[in-house]
């Protein structure tokens, strides 16, 4: 940290940040969608928790809805990837014409450990927020096995919960607020069935890796995310936990604060990081904004290469498109539209949509 001399003096930005991979993989299938039905094509809730995402996708026709009884029959329909309460998913089955879950797979798998359970007698103990898009979908998997907590007292509180008893958790939470939960979960059940691996997600836990050695660095902290998205939230915070005195969210460079002149309102090394929803042109605006007079430089803490390919179906329509389409043109049959898709960046993909 630096004396502050009225100016941003250097900007740390952490690695990594901003889309992981069930976000790159959720934003391209939409793309996807977009490109290969007629308009409107439905999405069932924000495809991902960001502003910015969503009003683009908005702006090319789609339609998001929070009830699928919204959805004209026969319409395309994409399920977000914060995973899908299994009676909503039906529905759309049977509404729409074409359906595209793009639920993170690491979501799927704490609905298959929740049915998993739920079918061998168990009773669950879910940690997640409430009211959270995640959480009412993994809850609704087996209603009437399931309790959500969120705090400590939460535990205190259930009943008593017979013989078996699970722990789970949404994936997006902080390692610290999920700890000390799961650490009286263990107290009161001390018999307690957990997954071999835990169910917090390492996009979540890099990121917040990143943010424990950045904050101690900075004057202040930029956390670029939205209000819903509870991974940008967890970094908000434990940017403060971690010791820095002015950690700010923003949704985009727009709120950042500024002076009478224009210039960004920050002095110092200021720290810049983005929840896994927020796509890597906002952390462009925001450091042409912070203008650093020493420039950049990059916190690296892991390398992330994890990717999730598109679901299944939507790359077989597009496979079988694109052969199609050889055909009619008389050319050979191509490799498969989707073969490159690891190769291109959902940020490149929004951006190409604009
Ligand atoms: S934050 Fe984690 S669980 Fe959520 S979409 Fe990204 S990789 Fe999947």
């Not at 996807?32 to 960001?50: A, L």
């Not at 610290?176 to 979540?204: K, M, N, Q, Y």
Request: proline residues 6%.
């Amino acid at each position: 940290m630096s004396e502050s001399s009225g100016t941003v003096e250097r900007v740390i930005l952490a690695e990594p940040r901003g889309f992981c991979a069930g976000v790159e993989m959720a934003i391209k299938a939409l793309t996807w969608m977009v490109r290969s039905f007629e308009g409107p094509v439905f999405c069932y809730h924000e495809i991902v928790h960001n502003r910015v995402v969503v009003d683009r996708f908005e702006a090319l026709g789609v339609v998001f809805v929070d009830d699928i009884d919204d959805v004209p029959e026969g319409r395309p329909i994409m399920l977000s990837a914060h995973g899908t309460a299994p009676a909503v998913v039906d529905a759309a089955r049977r509404r729409g014409s074409f359906v595209v879950d793009a639920v993170c797979p690491l979501v799927t798998k704490v609905h298959h450990e929740v049915r998993s359970r739920a079918e061998k007698g168990y009773t669950i103990v879910y940690i997640g927020h409430d009211g959270h898009e995640e959480a009412v979908g993994t809850m609704a998997v087996a209603p009437e096995a399931i309790h959500r907590v969120e705090h400590v007292a939460d535990v205190e509180a259930l009943p008593d919960l017979g013989e078996h008893v699970a722990l789970l958790a949404q994936t997006t939470l902080s390692h610290r607020d999920w700890a000390a939960v799961a650490e009286a979960a263990h107290a009161r059940f001390p018999e307690i069935w957990t997954p071999g691996r835990s169910d917090l997600c390492f996009a979540t836990t890099n990121r917040q890796a990143a943010m424990v050695e950045l904050a101690p660095r900075c004057d202040a902290i930029v956390v670029i995310g939205s209000a819903n998205s509870s991974n940008t939230l967890a970094l908000e915070r434990l940017a403060r936990e971690s010791g820095c005195a002015t950690v700010l969210r923003v949704n985009s460079v727009d709120d950042l604060p500024r002076r009478a002149d224009g210039s960004a309102d920050l002095m110092g090394t200021i720290g810049v990081t983005a929840g896994a929803s927020a796509p890597e042109e906002l952390v462009a605006e925001v450091i042409a904004a912070l203008n650093p007079t020493n420039g950049t430089e990059t916190l690296r803490v892991v390398d992330e290469d994890e990717y999730f390919p598109p679901p299944r179906n939507l790359r077989d329509l597009i496979a079988a498109v694109d052969r199609f389409a050889s055909f009619g043109l008389g050319g050979p049959p191509t490799r498969g539209a989707t073969t490159g898709d690891r190769d291109v960046p959902a940020s490149d993909a929004l951006a190409a949509l604009r």
